[in-house]
């Protein structure tokens, strides 16, 4: 199974916070893969405080996800910058 969900960020380098789980996602028990959009478009520079988990993709790629992100910090994130 795969899950995907977007949620609506307060954040001045990305407005969305795509959040995946299951088979096709890089994510585990307590992990999830995530990646960053502002006006629909991939943010690709790495956002803190998730930049040791950036997959290295360079800053002229088209896309950029962070694998295996502790649960408990994306929540954190989105308490913070909860749109």
Do not use: C
């Not at 478009?41 to 790629?61: L, M, N, R």
Request: net charge negative.
């Amino acid at each position: 199974m795969f899950d995907n969900r977007k949620v609506k960020i307060n954040h001045p380098n990305a407005d969305t916070l795509s959040i995946s789980t299951g088979q096709l996602a890089y994510s585990g028990d307590n992990t999830s893969e995530i990646a960053f959009f502002l006006n629909n478009k991939w943010v690709v520079t790495p956002i803190e405080p998730f930049a040791d988990y950036h997959d290295g993709s360079p800053s002229d790629a088209d896309t950029a996800v962070y694998p295996y992100v502790p649960n408990d910090l994306i929540d954190a994130f989105i308490a913070e910058n909860s749109a």
